[in-house]
T-cell receptor, first 112, second 111 residues
Framework: EADIYQTPRYLVIGTGKKITLECSQT?????MYWYQQDPGMELHLIHY???????EKGDLSSESTVSRIRTEHFPLTLESARPSHTSQYLC???????????FGSGTRLTVV | GENVEQHPSTLSVQEGDSAVIKCTYS??????FPWYKQELGKGPQLIID?????GEKKDQRIAVTLNKTAKHFSLHITETQPEDSAVYFC??????????FGSGTKLNVKP
């Protein structure tokens, strides 16, 4: 059973809308990550957090923003969605010095 | 930063045959190497991992080998079954900080 939850699983929205993708984990992991997965499968890190009130941009430039107010919650927000944002978004978490990533099931976003 | 290369990008085998996926990494400070399996419509799941103080690790039909000198590690799946069909990712990390992923291998096991 998944200990990291992403909602919604699928989302179709119109251009210009503001959206928030939710990610929560119940494992007490201190580190959390957002990846964008393109149709060619590759995983691109767009944001990460090593703890509460700590967020960093990843290797792939993204117009999204994140926040980490609580350990278990790491939402990703797009202020104005565009068709180029259409992708699969994967959230992951890990525990410092102890574990690899645990991934959520992903949110498949389509912007029309 | 770390650079992880993964080959092949696609692999097709007959059921019962073995499959091998290879990865190389560039940063000698990397010391943890997990492998993930991603099935259609799901997030990647950890299937096996190896730390740099170990050369080989096995879990039933799956094994991983690590050559620190050459900076490469491989995933071996024996007696493949149709349910092994998925996308596999290798990754490298130094002390469980940021993970660097390979580009993925799509494995197709033909019945």
């Amino acid at each position: 059973e998944a200990d990291i939850y992403q909602t919604p699983r699928y989302l179709v929205i119109g251009t210009g809308k503001k959206i928030t993708l939710e990610c929560s984990q119940t494992m007490g992991h201190d580190k959390m990550y957002w990846y964008q997965q393109d149709p060619g499968m590759e995983l691109h890190l767009i944001h990460y957090s090593y703890g509460v009130n700590s967020t960093e941009k990843g290797d792939l430039s993204s117009e999204s923003t994140v926040s980490r107010i609580r350990t278990e919650h790491f939402p990703l927000t797009l202020e104005s969605a565009r068709p180029s944002h259409t992708s699969q978004y994967l959230c992951a978490s890990s525990l410092t010095g102890r574990s690899g990533y645990t991934f959520g099931s992903g949110t498949r976003l389509t912007v029309v | 930063g770390e650079n992880v290369e993964q080959h092949p990008s696609t692999l097709s085998v007959q059921e019962g045959d073995s499959a091998v996926i290879k990865c190389t990494y560039s940063d000698s400070a990397s010391n943890y190497f997990p492998w993930y399996k991603q099935e259609l419509g799901k997030g990647p799941q950890l299937i096996i991992d190896i730390r740099s103080n170990v050369g080989e690790k096995k879990d039933q039909r799956i094994a991983v080998t690590l050559n620190k000198t050459a900076k490469h590690f491989s995933l071996h799946i024996t007696e493949t079954q149709p349910e092994d069909s998925a996308v596999y990712f290798c990754a490298a990390s130094g002390n469980f900080n940021k993970f660097y992923f390979g580009s993925g291998t799509k494995l197709n096991v033909k019945p």
